[in-house]
């Protein structure tokens, strides 16, 4: 059954630009897995989708690098020192709860733009919003995807499109060195990661040839808020 559902969940989350951190975090939290294997594991299968979709990506010559690599040059050593940190049990479920009611209020009120990006990223402030995510990326193991999007929309950084295959490559670069930094610390994935891997990345191959005109965006999003917001009350109130 969880291996279905992570197939699932990463389908959705695919077909908009997604690995699924948060939501592999939600569904971890309802079956109780141990906070010491949760935030490694999501961060593995991050790896294992957005390596796919950063592929496509690529391939197609549609990552704008120029926005991103700042993004990356701060993200990357802040998801590496959050990897590092080892939290409590109480206070990692309460971050991560709080991070999951955050993500579902960003996905409820994210409009989106039809416009190509306006303006250019400002260094400074690039530099220190790639800390900010990389580190609640490594901290919590959700990939930072889910803020990112939003932001580089809401700033007018890039347009929607743009913030698809930006996405990945993002949660990939965070993910991996989190991942790093979760092991060092001594926190190990579940032993059944191979098969959630599996799993997400037939899910995330399904994703990015659905059509998103076969898929109702709304109803998507209202069902990953629906999740968000149960998961993150649960693990809040745990």
Known sequence: MASLLFA???LLYASVGQAGGTAFVSLMA?????STEMR???LGLNIVVATYSTWLFNRN????WAILRPLLFSSMPASLAGGLIVLGDHMYKTLTGLVLLLASAVMIMQRRRAADRVCE???TASVSIGAALGLVSGLTGVGGGVFLAPTLITLNWASPKQTVALSPPFILANSTVGFVGALF????????????AISA???AVAGTVVSLNCLNP??????LVVVLLVAGIQLVLA
Do not use: C, E, H, N
């Not at 010559?61 to 704008?64: A, H, L, N, P, Y």
């Not at 709304?218 to 069902?223: D, L, M, Q, T």
């Open 40 to 42: 490694p594991t999501a």
């Open 121 to 123: 990223t400002p260094l």
């Open 201 to 203: 990345l037939a899910g």
């Open 8 to 10: 699932i969940i990463s």
């Open 218 to 223: 709304a109803g998507i999003r209202f069902v």
């Open 61 to 64: 010559k549609v990552v704008d």
């Open 185 to 196: 610390s001594g926190q190990f994935p579940s032993p059944d990661l191979a098969l959630y």
């Open 30 to 34: 309802f079956f109780g897995m141990s």
